[in-house]
């Protein structure tokens, strides 16, 4: 399990010019089961994204098709943590430590 952190490095009229088809990007993901949950920081200055992923290579190749990495608006850090322990709603993606 991965979390994507969004940085914005450009004005927020910038972000909010490609916002449309960034919320495109994050339905197409979530249709395909790869983002599980998402929204803004509080302040306003990026956003953050819990996904799943066969590896951090495949994420991180997903972080760039973003409309707002692609128009080069924000920088992504991107986490990857074993989902141990979970809400019984995510069951499915509750994950073992390596033996």
Do not use: C, N
Not at 4 to 26: M, Q
Not at 62 to 78: H, K, M, N, Q
């Amino acid at each position: 399990m991965f979390v994507l952190e969004l940085t914005y490095t450009a004005p927020l009229d910038r972000i909010d010019a490609v916002l449309p088809e960034h919320v495109e990007w994050l339905k197409e993901h979530y249709e395909a089961g790869t983002f599980l949950a998402s929204g803004r920081k509080v302040p306003r200055d990026g956003g953050v994204i819990i996904a799943v992923a066969p590896d951090r290579a495949a994420v991180e190749e997903i972080a760039r098709t973003d409309p707002f990495s692609r128009a080069g608006l924000v920088e992504y850090t991107v986490t990857e943590f074993l989902a141990t322990t979970t809400a019984p709603a995510l069951d499915a993606y509750r994950q073992q430590l390596p033996a």
